[in-house]
T-cell receptor, first 113, second 111 residues
Framework: DAGITQSPRHKVTETGTPVTLRCHQT?????MYWYRQDPGHGLRLIHY???????DKGEVSDGYSVSRSKTEDFLLTLESATSSQTSVYFC????????????FGQGTRLTVV | SQQGEEDPQALSIQEGENATMNCSYK?????LQWYRQNSGRGLVHLIL?????REKHSGRLRVTLDTSKKSSSLLITASRAADTASYFC???????????FGTGTRLKVLA
């Protein structure tokens, strides 16, 4: 298995609180991605990173921010959690941008009450 | 949104039958890839087809790509109950570092 770990695996939080999810890799891959998965929507890209301190918005970035201060960690922050952010969040890594596969973490199930 | 769409959304077949699922995308691509997901777990890569290829095989999997129609199909031959899963297509987008997934097809293979 690719060395990619998400934490926490499960979290319940209250509306309005900040939440940070962590993605940690041991593969030294350059590209990292955060997705959310909801029924009927597949995986939607939230933010991605193409290097340390290099990040950009995906398709559904409102209400989320990210940081990547070192190669191995990519943090996703929900600045003020809302019930619409209840979802399963997946982190993925890739060694290159073209013609390379992605490796996924096990996911974080987040519930905002 | 650049998210591609897959159809059908759900597919139920008998063991031994073939399963075909389709993916459409909206942008220019470098390649298209297919993934499998079991029961909400992380996705696992199945096969990659480059933009200059039209067909590719891997075991019981056959993938086609039509860049003029911006579409791809995944065929699973002689399906097994263990093939029950969700299947997603994914692609790079030319000019950005985005990696976009489709909406997925839920396949159920009945024993």
């Amino acid at each position: 298995d690719a060395g990619i770990t998400q934490s926490p695996r499960h979290k319940v939080t209250e509306t309005g609180t900040p939440v940070t999810l962590r993605c940690h890799q041991t593969e030294n891959h350059r590209y990292m991605y955060w997705y959310r998965q909801d029924p009927g929507h597949g995986l939607r890209l939230i933010h991605y990173s193409y290097g340390v301190k290099d990040t950009d918005k995906g398709e559904v970035s409102d209400g989320y921010s990210v940081s990547r201060s070192k190669t191995e960690d990519f943090l996703l922050t929900l600045e003020s959690a809302t019930s619409s952010q209840t979802s399963v969040y997946f982190c993925a890594i890739r060694p290159g941008q073209v013609n390379t596969e992605a490796f996924f973490g096990q996911g974080t199930r987040l519930t905002v009450v | 949104s650049q998210q591609g769409e897959e159809d059908p959304q759900a597919l139920s077949i008998q063991e031994g039958e073939n399963a075909t699922m389709n993916c459409s995308y909206k942008t220019s691509i470098n390649n298209l890839q297919w993934y499998r997901q079991n029961s909400g777990r992380g996705l696992v890569h199945l096969i990659l087809i480059r933009s200059n290829e039209r067909e590719k095989h891997s075991g019981r999997l056959r993938v086609t790509l039509d860049t003029s129609k911006k579409s791809s199909s995944l065929l699973i031959t002689a399906s097994r109950a263990a093939d029950t899963a969700s299947y997603f297509c994914a692609h790079d987008t030319s000019g950005t570092y985005k990696y976009i997934f489709g909406t997925g097809t839920r396949l159920k293979v009945l024993a």
